[in-house]
Structure formats: C-alpha cells, structure tokens
C-alpha cells in the first residue's frame, strides 16, 4: 500500500497536517457573510469568520453577504464591513437585476470602495434570469471596459448560468474576468470548453468539488492547475476542509500553490 499522500515527507500536506497552515498565504475566492433563510450558520459574522480564516492561515477572503444578494442590504453596508477588516476581507459588489437603480449607483460608488472591492457577483440561478439577459448587460460592461472579476454562480446544465449563456457571455464580454463558482459543476465538458475557447478570462472555481473524490484531479487534467482557484462558499463550507481537498488530490505540490495562493497573485497582484 502506498504512503497516503499527508504522510509523505516534505509535501505540502504534510506541512498542513504538522502544523495547520502553510508557508504562503492561501487566498479564497468564494465566500459569503451573513444569515441565510434556508439555513443554521454556527460561523456568519464577520468576527467569527475571521477567527477561522487566519487560524487556516487565509489571507484574504473574497466575498459578497448574503444580505445583498437577497435584497435586504446595500453594498456600502459591506464595504464597512471591509474597513473593519483591512487585512482579511475583500468584497465582491453584489449585482441583484431586479433592482437598476441600485446596481447603477453601486457601479458608481466602485473606485470609493477599492481596495475593498474587487470584482462583482452575479446569481443567475437565484433570480432566475439568464446571465445573457439585458439586465445584466450595465454590470458586464463594467467589468469588461475595467477588465474586473465576476464571480458567477454556475451549475452543470442551468439555463440561466449553465454552459451554453456562459460560453455566449464569456466571448461576448472577452477584457472581463469570469470566475465560475463551482466549475459548472457536473457539467465538466462545457467547464472545459469554457477555459479553451475564450480569450484567457475564463477560471474555474473549486467550492463544492473537494466533496467527490478525483474531481479535483480531474479538472486539473482538463485545464491545468493555472486555471483554477480555491474557493469554499463560507460560511457553507469549511476551510480546513477545503484545503484539505486540495491538498489530498493527487497532483503536484506546484498544482496546489496554483490553486491556493499563485492564481490568485497573478490575477489581482501579490498585494491586492
């Protein structure tokens, strides 16, 4: 039987299991803040959130509350949040279609709050409303005239931000950063495709693949371990079980850099 690979001597998860953190910083792309309806969060609050991220040695969180992508907050409001936590949050301006108003005073307010703000978040699948809708269009061509980040919410075959719209979006809108959060998850033929046939501004997002074994394995293979970023959902999700996702896939320890700290550095600069 070979050596489990947090047994090997010298790896990075060796490293991780010794000591429980890393010698770089690991940077997640995909959180969230805030109670949610749907669900009981042990872990929401800014306070305790941050606790968890520096004991797993995360050195920045970027994130969008959830609060905002349900309507019940402004975007200034996390902003504030942020000034609190000037070394550890970053935010993701919330974009809800249904308000325009909203998304075009936002959009207005956006160099106010950098260096907080770093891209925006679209949720396609929440507000039913495919991401090629027109509602959309104000938020996207900002992003593509800034050349910013969109995290979007993506999952396997959806209709309104599965593999198809997000191929259309992602050519459509070619100086944009599109992060795919989940990987278009089971539908890894399009999260392929959407990496190949683009102008290099397509990533694949990790949260919710470390809960399958070779998923991570897998994508690496499709794509290569540059294209892809850490993420988690948290609160969701944990930190230390997503790192731990990555660190137990059977790639190389050059991959996992990658994913955890490189990608990140390289698209928003080692001192975003």
Partial sequence: MSTPIWKQPGTLAEQF????KL???VYDMHGHMGSHYAIHFYRHTPELMAEHLRKAGVKHLAFSHHHVIMGDMR?????EICKR????????VGIVPAFPENIKEDLAMFDQWTPYAIGLKFLPDYYRIPVTDKRWEPALKFADERKLPILVHTWGSSQYDGGPVMLEVAQ?????KFFLGHSLYGNWEYAERLVKETNNNVWLELTAI???RKNIEMLVEKVGSERILFGT???WFDEFQGIGGVLSADISDDD????LCRNAETILGKDW
């Fill in 172 to 176: 459509k809108y070619p100086n944009a």
């Fill in 233 to 235: 959902d948290l609160p």
């Fill in 85 to 92: 936590f000037p070394d550890l949050y970053r935010m993701y």
């Fill in 75 to 79: 975007n200034a409001a996390v902003a």
């Fill in 210 to 212: 470390p809960g399958e």
């Fill in 17 to 20: 299991w010794k000591n429980g």
């Fill in 23 to 25: 010698d770089f910083p």
């Fill in 256 to 259: 996992k850099r990658n994913i």
